[in-house]
């Protein structure tokens, strides 16, 4: 059974940094590629960063040069580092990951950008 479980989210203020992790089991981690969502009050779920098996990485415009997203393959752990962070960066994040063409989301961790 898959299971992505997200941590890390919290209030921090205009310009601050979190650490999101995504601590994985049910998958060969190293062999699957990654992503983060969020979702704000409102909104569609939107994609915010992709990872591949190899590493390789992709950003949404919004949060280019802000965000990095990487991987520990010995602990099938995701992470997300925000940086600079904005208030309309306010939004639940959910990493997700897909396997034999099904849909695996995480439960989601809170992050509150605000003064």
């Known amino acids: 059974q898959v299971h992505l479980v997200a941590s890390g989210g919290g209030l921090v203020q205009p310009g601050g940094s979190l650490r999101l992790s995504c601590i994985t089991s049910?998958?060969?981690?190293?062999?699957?590629?990654m992503d983060w969502y969020r979702q704000a009050p409102g909104n569609e779920r939107e994609w915010v960063a992709s990872?591949?098996?190899?590493?390789?990485?992709n950003y949404a415009d919004s949060v280019k040069g802000r965000f990095t997203i990487s991987r520990n393959n010995a602990r099938s752990t995701l992470l997300l580092d925000m940086s600079s962070l904005k208030p309309e960066d306010t939004a639940v994040y959910y990493c997700h990951t897909i396997r034999q063409e099904n849909h695996f989301w995480g439960r989601g961790t809170q992050v509150t950008v605000s003064p």
């Open positions: 990872i591949s098996s190899s590493g390789g990485t």
């Open positions: 049910g998958i060969n981690f190293k062999l699957h590629p």
